[in-house]
């Protein structure tokens, strides 16, 4: 069988899905793209013969998709999902799930009205060969209990229209994610700091870096350096601190070369060079999930909607300055 993609949302990462989806992943074909800028859709089409689209609920409902795959910007999200539900489509949805927990919290309802999970979220992460071993070297109990994460999220650059509530539910996003994944808890206060001094080469409307303090149920303290306009590349960092020792991601390359000018090692521009493998290996999660009818699984709504109350928190923080507790509620069984 093959997976019939309709894709919505032609923007960077939509063309950067579509590209993989053409020459990387098996078992899939894309036949449908959606946007709403007309000429992109028009050109995409042109060039990969796949049916051109300018209404995602026409497009969601044609018979010429299987599967739907949404690269949308985030307030354009939670219509989209909501009708490839009511078609019985599986999704496969580009983080956030939603701007808001009261729109991801409406998704929630909606799957379980349907009985059954049909959304894998995009927290890529999760499939990044570097993270998994380091869930493996926690869980395996050699560090001894954790006390302490830290974390990185540095860009070379954001364009002007990044504004600095996107530093918490666009950037942050990740590492809310990946603290769950990595400690099996959730987060229960966010603090987000402000630095006295922020970098020159940061816009006017933003406080760039940033410092975001979590904590988890179990008392583990989390700091979480976002900074957007480090100028030298996307570099992403995690250290687990434990009782009996320490573990981190490496850089994750290659390899290294030794010249005059020193020993030096290549590093990442962006999230699509960084995480190649994470989004390869996410996507045909997703895909053998819907061809074998195994069910959809890996990150779900659920954990987008944990992420939401989280970022919701931290936007709080973000305005006055203060720590702000995260409440979750009971798990539903259908993501347990």
């Known amino acids: 069988m093959t997976v019939k993609i309709g894709l919505i949302g032609l923007g960077m990462i939509g063309r950067d899905h579509l590209k993989r989806l053409q020459t990387v992943i098996s078992g899939a074909q894309v036949t449908a793209v959606c946007d709403i800028n007309h000429a992109a859709v028009d050109a995409l089409a042109n060039e990969t013969g796949a049916a051109a689209f300018y209404d995602a609920q026409e497009m969601i409902h044609s018979p010429l998709v299987d599967a739907v795959f949404i690269c949308s910007t985030g307030p354009a999200h939670k219509n989209q999902i909501l009708a490839a539900f009511a078609a019985g489509k599986p999704v496969f949805c580009e983080k956030p799930l939603t701007p808001t927990a009261d729109e991801s919290q409406e998704i929630i309802e909606a799957e379980i009205n349907v009985g059954k999970r049909l959304l894998q979220l995009g927290f890529m992460r999760r499939f990044a060969p570097g993270y998994q071993a380091l869930k493996q070297t926690i869980e395996s109990g050699a ?60 816009l006017a409307h933003l406080q760039d870096p940033l410092v975001v303090i979590f904590e988890t149920a179990s008392g583990v303290r989390i700091d979480d350096e976002l900074f957007v306009n480090c100028q030298y590349g996307y570099d992403i960092r995690c250290e687990a601190i434990g009782e009996n020792g320490i573990a981190a991601l490496t850089e994750q390359q290659f390899i290294s070369t030794r010249s005059l000018n020193g020993n030096a090692q290549h590093i990442p521009q962006s999230c699509m060079e960084r995480f190649a493998t994470a989004y390869d290996r996410e996507v045909q999660h997703f895909i053998d999930s819907v061809r074998e009818g195994r069910g959809i699984s890996g990150p779900s709504s659920w954990d987008g909607y944990v992420v939401a109350r989280v970022c919701d928190a931290g936007l709080a923080s973000l305005k006055d300055g203060g720590k702000h507790d995260v409440v979750i509620p009971a798990q539903p069984a259908l993501y347990r």
């Open 143 to 202: 560090l001894g209990d954790i006390l302490l994460i830290h974390c990185a999220h540095r860009n070379p650059s954001v364009p002007e229209s990044y504004t600095l509530e996107m530093a918490i539910n666009d950037s942050a996003t990740h590492e809310i994610d990946i603290i769950r994944y990595l400690l099996g808890e959730n987060i229960t206060s966010v603090r987000v700091d402000r630095p006295r001094k922020k970098t020159r080469h940061a």
